[in-house]
């Protein structure tokens, strides 16, 4: 008698489908498309810019009374606010800063925010020898007379409302108190242009702040467009310099001395000593050349017997500190390091079988211990960075992730800051030493990052509840940001876990109160965190109850310790990636973080908030369902889904390069060049068969931006990645041909490239319902792309195109660091799940592999004959 299949098993290789890919022109421009004039009297608008402007500039200081100081490479000049128009009705889109640079006038745009009201104020740095070029351009777009000609600049001026003079407090980022007395340490983000780190600007603002009695750090951040420096002073002896340097820096921010205070961990247990040794005989140490997860935290306890058969290394930032772990009540990089090598050990300790590890686990201690000098405002990155280095230093070539659980909520993550921005240059190869010239970016050593979203602590019930922003850097466009739900809902006397069991973590933080299309989602996935109780007074906390059991640092003492919130989450995620790399050796940083999202999946509690009747989602708009994405992320990863296909959930994988845009000799502006067609290997008979089955689509895009730093960061994403990425599914009445033409056609009118690709996404030339979680409309920032397709499956048979194009990015705008032609590369993975069905979508498209094999092989074989 014949085995029954089992059509939900994974066990079989997911389809790779880099031999259906097609490269084609991604064609720019020819002609704007006609736009409704949002202006009634375009002269009199423009005289009244000029009246605003020439007063918001003032005269220009006579030399003798100029207290502006002499900075190499900056010019003198005077900074202004704009603040830009209302947006035209309730559902129109923000109205943003319009780009007012003129490189050759070094006219530039410094920051820019997003205000309540969706207008945006920005500040407009102007030298005194452009004030006539401004004008003048003002002067032309409000002309009388023009006849046909065209209205010059409209996308310029038109959107602003207000000019008016700008204060130096303008430049701080943050809330700051101006009266206060006490010294601070200071972020100046210097508007640096050279590309030799560091430049002669930052060289010459940081001696002058010598001068000016300022004290500075030794150390800088990088990055393309800027140089972080950090100073320390009191507010208003900073804002004093500041007056004195105008478009010399972006802006400015505070510069946190200390990391957020780890939890205070507690708990004992009898026998702990016999539980430990029982399991450590169960234990296999991993194999030579195994991956590795690197702890950057507080140091380990390597003696440990739990961890001492997986510890590959452990350094320190600073020798002197020395690598054990120094965090009390058991420590924290201890916990974090026997999460990562084997997850939750309260499932290890209630089984006998043997334990087989795949990966190691390393430790960098990048916190100093009690005694020493707290690290400088620059810790942050810098030293998150030189954690990277020394670990790659100590053991070279290692495939080798990176865990970071350190978090702080001293600054707002609603734009990328120098710590999030050095996890994106750690990812994507960029950081200090790295870049090189004559090495494609492609080519660039990339790192997968796992980081902690941040916790929302105990307290008065009411107030965990609320909605609890992600911390600093969990706002990482290229990291993997790591929230949490639980499992966890023991029952104790006179105390009630807060959360229903597998929901989200009462720890966990997101991002819905941060701007969708500026913002990435995050977290992007949920592990394990563990849950609080609440007591009769409606007071909540963490329990070891509802608590994961981990390795303690105090090993005679208390060798196992509960560990909770985003930590113990980060530490869980650490050893699924882990044990994913082991499965699946060879892959991408890019493609292993796409897994891990595509094998993502909501449990209960949450799917009812999303999944509607039928082969709907939940009648909700598209803001409430981002809402909801941005407190969840996509779900909780599988191990299972993320290694391999099952007959009835199949995942078809690509990795490729790309080139997203093209400065040709000679010319100066570059265009957009690459973009993939991908004709699909295609189930279309099984879902065909299966007619209104409920099915899902899942498409996760993949990539990782190099970051530039900069004041309209916060507003404009275009101008922190280096280039983007955007996917779009052929429609189900829509022929190869309309496809391409659709998506190949030129560019309306969005300088930026978003604009357009949200227009020709949601253009239907052929109306059909979509079956989109989020939809085309729903533009996110970020280097990671995901939506779900949820319908019948009779539907999704004709979805079996798939095109990945480029929007713009630095590379694109900013021609002096001459990156236009440079290489980037994405991963792309596309499943689709009949989720309970007895329906096998793998052989079809296996077959269809193997005859393209066949069929490659044949054209080869005939070209060489």
């Known amino acids: ?23 084609a022109q991604y064609e720019f421009p020819s002609k704007p498309q006609d736009r409704k004039p949002r202006r009634d009297d375009y002269p009199a608008h423009a005289q009244l810019l000029i009246e605003q402007l020439v007063a918001a500039l003032g005269d220009i200081p006579p030399p003798n009374d100029d207290n502006r100081l002499t900075i190499l490479g900056q010019r003198k000049g005077a900074i202004v606010e704009l603040q830009t128009m209302a947006p035209a009705t309730d559902k129109s889109g923000a109205t943003k800063t319009p780009a007012l640079d003129y490189p050759g006038q070094d006219v530039v745009v410094l920051r820019s925010v997003r205000q309540e009201d969706r207008t945006e104020r920005a500040l407009l740095f102007i030298p005194d020898d452009a004030r006539e070029f401004l004008l003048e351009r003002i002067e032309a777009y409000g002309a009388e007379g023009l006849g046909n000609k065209k209205r010059p600049d409209v996308p310029k001026f038109e959107p602003i409302e207000v000019i008016e003079a700008a204060e130096v407090r303008s430049l701080f980022a943050t809330q700051v108190n101006f009266e206060e007395p006490q010294p601070l340490w200071w972020e100046l983000w210097v508007r640096e242009p050279s590309t030799a780190k560091p430049g002669p600007r930052t060289n010459a603002i940081v001696t002058a702040a010598q001068l000016a009695g300022l004290g500075v750090h030794n150390d800088t951040l990088k990055f393309p467009d800027s140089e972080v420096a950090f100073v320390y002073g009191a507010p208003t002896a900073l804002t004093t310099f500041l007056s004195r340097i105008p478009g010399a820096v972006w802006e400015v921010r505070k510069a946190e001395w200390s990391i957020e205070p780890f939890l205070d961990l507690g708990g004992a247990g009898v026998g702990q000593h016999d539980w430990v040794n029982e399991m450590v005989g169960r234990v296999v140490p991993p194999e030579d ?9 507080t140091g380990l306890s390597a003696a440990h017997p739990l961890i001492a058969p997986g510890v590959a290394g452990a350094w ?12 009390p009540h058991g420590g924290h990089g201890t916990p974090m390091a026997g999460m990562v090598l084997y997850g939750d050990l309260f499932w290890r300790m209630n089984d006998n079988q043997q334990v087989v590890l795949g990966h190691y686990v390393e430790s960098v201690k990048f916190l100093p211990p009690a005694g020493f000098v707290a690290n400088q405002p ?36 609603d734009s990328p800051s120098s710590w999030s921005g050095a996890l994106d240059q750690i990812c994507a190869g960029s950081m200090k030493g790295e870049r090189q010239i004559e090495i494609l970016a492609k080519d660039h ?69 941060l701007v969708g299309e500026l913002t990435p989602i995050k977290p992007e996935v949920l592990f394990e965190a563990g849950n609080m109780m609440v007591d009769g007074s409606g007071s909540c906390d963490w329990h070891p109850a509802v608590s994961l059991l981990a390795t303690g640092s105090n090993v005679e003492g208390e060798p196992l310790v509960p560990f909770w919130a985003t930590s113990a989450a980060t530490g869980m995620a650490g050893n699924f990636v882990g044990q994913l790399k082991a499965a699946v050796p060879g892959l991408w940083p890019e493609t292993y973080r796409a897994l891990v999202v595509q094998s993502a999946q909501w449990p209960d509690p949450i799917r009812r908030k999303l999944i509607g009747k039928g082969a709907h989602w939940k009648g909700t708009g598209k803001a409430a369902k981002n809402s909801i994405l941005r407190d969840v992320g996509f779900g909780v990863p599988s191990l299972a889904r993320a290694v391999a296909s099952a007959r009835n959930d199949l995942t078809l994988l690509a990795q490729s390069e790309i080139q997203p845009f093209l400065l040709a000799q000679g010319s100066n502006s570059a265009v957009f060049k690459d973009m993939h067609f991908y004709e699909l290997p295609w189930p279309r008979s099984a879902l065909q068969a299966l007619e209104s089955t409920i099915v899902v689509m899942k498409v996760t895009l993949s990539y990782f931006v190099e970051p530039n730093l900069s004041g309209r960061a916060a507003t404009r994403p275009e101008t922190y990645r280096s280039y983007g990425l955007r996917f779009e599914l052929k429609k189900r009445l829509e022929t190869n041909d309309q496809f391409r033409e659709r998506l190949s056609r030129p560019e309306p009118q969005a300088a930026d490239g978003e604009q357009w690709a949200a227009a020709v996404a949601a253009e239907n030339q052929q ?31 004709s979805h079996d195109h798939i095109a990945v194009y480029p929007v713009s990015g630095w590379w694109k705008s900013h021609l002096g660091q001459k990156r236009a032609n440079d290489k980037g590369r994405y991963s792309l993975a596309v499943s689709i799940t009949a989720e309970g069905q007895e329906v096998d979508l793998y052989s079809e498209v296996a077959a269809e592999v193997d005859a393209q094999a066949v069929q490659a092989g044949d054209i080869l074989i005939a070209s060489v004959g």
């Open 445 to 513: 050593p990339k790192r997968l990052v796992m980081v902690a979203a941040g916790n929302v602590i105990g307290g008065p019930r009411a107030e965990v509840e609320q909605h609890h922003s992600i911390e600093d850097p969990a706002q990482s466009w290229n990291a993997l940001t790591i929230g949490g739900f639980t499992a966890k809902g023991e029952l104790v006397a006179n105390l009630t876990p807060l959360a229903a069991v597998n929901d989200k973590s009462p720890f966990s933080t997101g991002s819905q109160n």
């Open 378 to 413: 620059s810790a942050y990155g810098l030293v998150t960075q030189s954690a990277v280095s020394i670990a790659e230093i100590g053991r070279p070539n290692v495939s080798r992730s990176f865990c970071i659980a350190s978090s702080t909520s001293l600054f707002a993550p």
């Open 316 to 327: 320190a930032v600073n020798e002197q500190w020395g690598s054990d772990d120094h965090q």
């Open 767 to 797: 109306p059909e319902p979509s079956h989109w979680l989020l939809g085309p409309k729903a533009v996110q920032a970020g280097s990671l792309h995901c939506d779900l397709w949820r319908g019948y499956a009779v539907d999704l048979a």
């Open 289 to 297: 050349g195994a991956p590795a997860v690197c702890v950057i935290d």
């Open 1 to 23: 008698m014949a085995e029954e299949a089992d059509f939900s098993a994974h066990e079989l290789d997911h389809v790779r489908i880099e031999a259906f890919r097609e490269a």
